[in-house]
């Protein structure tokens, strides 16, 4: 098979399309040939030699989100049968013609999505469900900030926290971003600059402090967040694009009682991921046949120019998913 390989860390130059042998499900285990895939941050560090693979992954194939049909199941799979359209979260290795995923690890595509805009699902809208639905405990009227609001993450937050009747506010280093995401129920947009200071957090709360804030950039949005955050709120870190280490003020965080939640989907234990899954498939696939809920996808890139989706990205400009469109 067809697979995008990293020949060493570094720049978009360094991934290279190899054919590689194709990998064969074990029992418990379907044989997924991908139709589209999907980039995200963790693609481009793992290229750079700064986000190994989780154990059992591929080391030097990157994709963490996939859509496809069933080609193979294992002797004692009874969920799936081939021909079956499925997508799903996997540690490493979606960004090639096939990969081998659980049974249990990927759910079914609906049928009004096509295969790119369900491989633009899996990474951003988990992730959001679970920040904020089940770590956060999300409840209807609460208001949240959300940082980096037009990210493939941002933009799944914002309307699951509308779909669970909370109030969504964002940040974004782009004025028109922030007009762009009053489409899909901003409230209020605040523009930030690269290190915002704990002033700008309260200028976030002038009118009224958060419940909950999901942090994509981590740095120093963090003291910034504190200073937004409501007395008993909840702070959801979920990335570090902005840097790994912040020095919080703990007499802040002690007086207003908070709580700070770190979570990353991609070292979970199997069972853990297959639990986010499940509950997703259940509680949150519906809201997208029914409208709720949009696939936002800021470009798509045939499998062969990899390279220009990874510029894409590292361009800071984008609005929304980057999606891979597999060769037939």
């Given at each position: 098979?067809?697979?995008?390989?990293?020949?060493?860390?570094?720049g978009?130059?360094?991934?290279?399309?190899?054919?590689?042998?194709?990998?064969?499900?074990e029992?418990?285990?379907?044989?997924?040939r991908?139709?589209?895939?999907?980039?995200n941050?963790?693609?481009?560090?793992?290229?750079?030699?700064?986000?190994?693979?989780?154990?059992?992954?591929?080391?030097?194939?990157p994709?963490?989100?996939?859509?496809?049909?069933v080609?193979?199941?294992?002797?004692?799979?009874?969920?799936?049968?081939?021909g079956?359209?499925?997508?799903g979260?996997t540690?490493?290795?979606?960004?090639?013609?096939?990969?081998?995923?659980h049974?249990?690890?990927?759910?079914?595509?609906?049928?009004?999505?096509?295969?790119e805009?369900?491989?633009?699902?899996?990474?951003?809208?988990?992730?959001?469900?679970?920040?904020?639905?089940?770590?956060?405990?999300?409840r209807?009227?609460?208001?949240?900030?959300?940082?980096a609001?037009?990210?493939?993450?941002?933009?799944?937050?914002l309307?699951?926290?509308?779909?669970?009747?909370?109030?969504?506010?964002?940040?974004?280093?782009?004025?028109?971003?922030?007009?762009?995401?009053?489409?899909?129920?901003?409230?209020?947009?605040?523009?930030?600059?690269?290190?915002?200071?704990?002033?700008?957090?309260?200028?976030?709360a002038?009118?009224?402090?958060?419940?909950?804030v999901?942090?994509l950039?981590?740095?120093?949005?963090?003291?910034?967040?504190?200073?937004?955050?409501?007395?008993?709120?909840?702070?959801?870190?979920?990335?570090?694009?902005?840097?790994?280490?912040?020095?919080?003020?703990?007499?802040?965080?002690?007086?207003?009682?908070?709580?700070?939640?770190?979570?990353?989907?991609?070292?979970?234990?199997?069972?853990?991921?297959i639990?986010?899954?499940?509950?997703?498939?259940?509680?949150?696939?519906?809201?997208?046949?029914?409208?709720?809920?949009?696939?936002?996808?800021?470009?798509?890139?045939?499998?062969q120019d990899?390279?220009?989706?990874?510029?894409?990205?590292?361009?800071?400009?984008?609005?929304?998913?980057?999606?891979?469109?597999?060769?037939?």
């Amino acid at each position: 098979m067809l697979a995008a390989v990293i020949s060493r860390p570094g720049g978009p130059e360094v991934l290279e399309l190899r054919t590689v042998p194709r990998p064969q499900p074990e029992s418990t285990e379907i044989l997924v040939r991908v139709r589209a895939s999907a980039l995200n941050r963790a693609d481009l560090l793992q290229r750079r030699g700064h986000y190994p693979a989780p154990p059992g992954a591929p080391t030097d194939i990157p994709g963490l989100e996939f859509a496809g049909e069933v080609e193979q199941i294992g002797s004692v799979v009874q969920l799936w049968k081939p021909g079956n359209r499925v997508m799903g979260l996997t540690g490493g290795g979606a960004h090639a013609g096939y990969l081998v995923a659980h049974e249990r690890a990927v759910m079914e595509i609906p049928r009004s999505l096509t295969w790119e805009q369900a491989a633009a699902i899996p990474e951003a809208f988990i992730t959001a469900h679970d920040a904020l639905w089940i770590q956060a405990a999300l409840r209807a009227n609460e208001q949240v900030l959300i940082h980096a609001v037009s990210s493939g993450v941002g933009l799944a937050a914002l309307q699951l926290t509308r779909a669970m009747g909370a109030i969504p506010s964002g940040t974004s280093r782009t004025a028109d971003k922030l007009v762009r995401a009053k489409e899909f129920g901003l409230e209020s947009g605040f523009l930030v600059p690269a290190s915002p200071t704990t002033e700008e957090g309260r200028k976030w709360a002038a009118d009224r402090a958060f419940d909950v804030v999901l942090d994509l950039a981590g740095g120093s949005y963090l003291n910034a967040s504190l200073q937004a955050l409501a007395h008993r709120g909840r702070i959801v870190l979920i990335g570090t694009m902005a840097g790994a280490k912040s020095e919080i003020d703990l007499g802040l965080m002690l007086g207003k009682r908070v709580r700070m939640i770190g979570t990353v989907l991609r070292a979970r234990p199997l069972e853990e991921k297959i639990a986010v899954t499940r509950s997703f498939a259940r509680e949150v696939l519906p809201f997208f046949e029914s409208k709720v809920l949009h696939v936002v996808i800021d470009s798509e890139f045939p499998f062969q120019d990899i390279r220009k989706a990874h510029e894409r990205m590292e361009s800071n400009q984008t609005f929304g998913k980057i999606v891979l469109r597999m060769s037939d």
